[in-house]
């Protein structure tokens, strides 16, 4: 099983704290695995995700020790664009990761801003909306679709690119139940169907626990436990 993603000891304080967000973190994941990453609030889960998408140490500037291999790329030595070839991120703030007005304009933003091919983006729009489940939303403005639409629209722009990774920070923190179920089970049959690894900080443990191959479950900074969903259960008890 190849290795997609390899956490060796990291720390991280941002910016000139010294209290670190994370404290010696170490995590490797495989391609095509389902991730889940629990833990109360402060517990260090966003800062553990921006660090695999590349926005810890690019974005959020601190102290960093260790390193973080995504696809066999250190990346603190290589650019957020290289990191972002491979890894997709969704977050938690469902508007302000969307720029056009209509849902077929905001597929075909993101496209033309990566470089894909002209020739290519009619297909890779059709056939993105399709694995989402929003073909019949393509033409709807953005302002009239539902919480757990728009997640669905972010998360299938973010799949045009075709990323061999997901990172989802609580994407479901803003949607209602049914909303967030659906959610998770779009991200199920992603991952099945299309292999792409998926890891998501989340905090609905219901939906989560019978889809994650392992949850990872984090305390102060720490990874404090790391498997299977039925045994962190056992052990939660
Ligand atoms: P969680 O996602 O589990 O709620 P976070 O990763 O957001 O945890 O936070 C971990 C720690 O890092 C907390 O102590 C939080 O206050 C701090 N932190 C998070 N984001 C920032 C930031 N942008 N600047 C400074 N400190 C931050």
């Known amino acids: 099983m190849k290795t997609i993603?390899?956490?060796d000891d990291v720390s991280f304080s941002y910016g000139?704290?010294?209290e670190q967000a994370l404290s010696h973190i170490s995590l490797s994941v495989n391609k095509g695995d389902f991730i889940?990453?629990?833990?109360?609030?402060?517990?260090?889960?966003?800062?553990?995700?921006?660090c695999l998408s590349g926005a810890v140490p690019h974005h959020y500037t601190?102290?960093?020790?260790?390193?973080?291999?995504?696809?066999?790329?250190?990346?603190?030595?290589?650019?957020?664009?290289?990191?972002?070839?491979?890894?997709?991120?969704?977050?938690?703030?469902?508007?302000?990761?969307?720029?056009?007005?209509?849902v077929e304009d905001e597929m075909l933003f993101g496209l033309e801003n990566f470089g894909v091919p002209h020739d290519q983006i009619e297909q890779r729009v059709s056939e993105t909306l399709e694995t989402v489940g929003i073909?019949?939303?393509?033409?709807?403005?953005?302002?009239?679709?539902?919480?757990?639409?728009?997640?669905?629209?972010?998360?299938?722009?973010?799949?045009?690119?075709?990323?061999?990774?997901?990172?989802?920070d609580e994407?479901?923190?803003?949607?209602?139940?049914?909303?967030?179920?659906?959610?998770?089970?779009?991200l199920s049959k992603i991952n099945r169907e299309l292999g792409t690894t998926v890891i998501i900080?989340?905090?609905?443990?219901?939906?989560?626990?019978?889809?994650?191959?392992?949850v990872a479950v984090m305390d102060g900074g720490r990874i404090v436990a790391c498997d299977a969903p039925r045994r962190v259960c056992r052990d939660m008890r």
């Open 5 to 7: 993603i390899n956490v």
């Open 16 to 18: 000139t704290q010294t």
């Open 36 to 50: 889940g990453i629990i833990g109360p609030s402060g517990a260090g889960k966003s800062t553990l995700a921006a």
């Open 62 to 102: 601190g102290t960093f020790f260790g390193s973080v291999m995504v696809d066999g790329r250190d990346t603190c030595e290589v650019s957020l664009t290289d990191v972002s070839q491979i890894v997709g991120s969704v977050l938690q703030d469902i508007d302000t990761q969307m720029v056009a007005s209509v």
């Open 135 to 168: 073909s019949d939303l393509r033409d709807r403005e953005i302002a009239t679709l539902s919480g757990g639409q728009k997640q669905l629209l972010n998360l299938a722009s973010v799949m045009a690119m075709s990323p061999e990774l997901l990172i989802l």
């Open 171 to 186: 994407p479901t923190s803003q949607l209602d139940p049914i909303a967030a179920q659906n959610f998770i089970a779009t």
């Open 201 to 214: 900080a989340e905090h609905r443990l219901e939906e989560l626990f019978p889809t994650a191959d392992r």
